[in-house]
């Protein structure tokens, strides 16, 4: 149980291009879930959290008007990178939990290259 | 101070041994524990929670909760090399309602063959 799926796994882009991530939890329903962002060898970087019906809320540094988070069921959230940039390749990660003090479960992630 | 800390490593251990792997966290109130798997290039994988003071045993794996010291372990007996990832210890504070995990940064684990 707890599945949670991401896709695509992967992108390739031209930079200027906006890029969509979807993120479901398969077999439960989310209250809360996460966008992560990972770059080469460094540690997990949270970059919103979301909950469903309302606006995600960002960390400090990331820019919302850049990074659109969409959670519009208790089983799906969506983050939509505008305007992407060669700087905003990455390894991108959601993650989702059915309530307080449960675990996070993590998508399998996306890997966003702009060139 | 960190709210979640762990040596980053790296941890090298032969086959066949018991890897230990610690962490530590900084807010006493905190109620849920948890311990991730990260292979090179792969998200995190959860591999055990706890949230009582004591040991807890999955298969090869055991957490170990200490609430008064605020320490959180992992050992992993019988060591293979497919063990060797980053682990990730991960602590749920309660000024986050419980919503919200906080990460360490991970300690890198090697099982020699």
């Known amino acids: 149980g707890a599945v949670v799926s991401q896709h695509p796994s992967w992108v390739i882009c031209k930079s200027g291009t906006s890029v969509k991530i979807e993120c479901r939890s398969l077999?439960?329903?989310?209250?809360?879930m996460f966008w992560y962002r990972q770059f080469p060898k460094q540690s997990l970087m949270l970059m919103a959290t979301?909950?469903?019906?309302?606006?995600?809320?960002?960390e400090q540094g990331v820019e919302k008007d850049k990074f659109l988070i969409n959670h519009a069921s208790l089983t799906l959230s969506t983050l939509t990178v505008t305007s992407a940039h060669p700087e905003d390749s990455s390894f991108y990660i959601c993650?989702?939990?059915?309530?307080?003090?449960?675990?996070?479960?993590f998508g399998d992630g996306t890997r966003l290259s702009i060139l | 101070q960190k709210e979640v800390e762990q040596n980053s490593g790296p941890l090298s251990v032969p086959e066949g041994a018991i890897a230990s792997l610690n962490c530590t966290y900084s807010d006493r109130g905190s109620q849920s524990f948890f311990w991730y798997r990260q292979y090179s290039g792969k998200s995190p994988e959860l591999i055990m929670f706890?949230?009582?003071?004591g040991d807890k045993e999955d298969g090869r794996f055991t957490a170990q909760l200490n609430k008064a010291s605020q320490y959180v372990s992992l050992l992993i007996r019988d060591s293979q090399p497919s063990d060797s990832a980053t682990y990730l210890c991960a602590v749920n504070p309660p000024y986050t309602g419980g919503f919200k995990t906080i990460f360490g940064a991970g300690t890198r684990l090697f099982v020699k063959a």
């Open positions: 993650s989702a939990k059915q309530g307080s003090n449960q675990p996070q479960h």
């Open positions: 077999d439960f329903q989310a209250t809360t």
């Open positions: 706890i949230y009582s003071n």
């Open positions: 979301s909950n469903e019906g309302s606006k995600a809320t960002y």
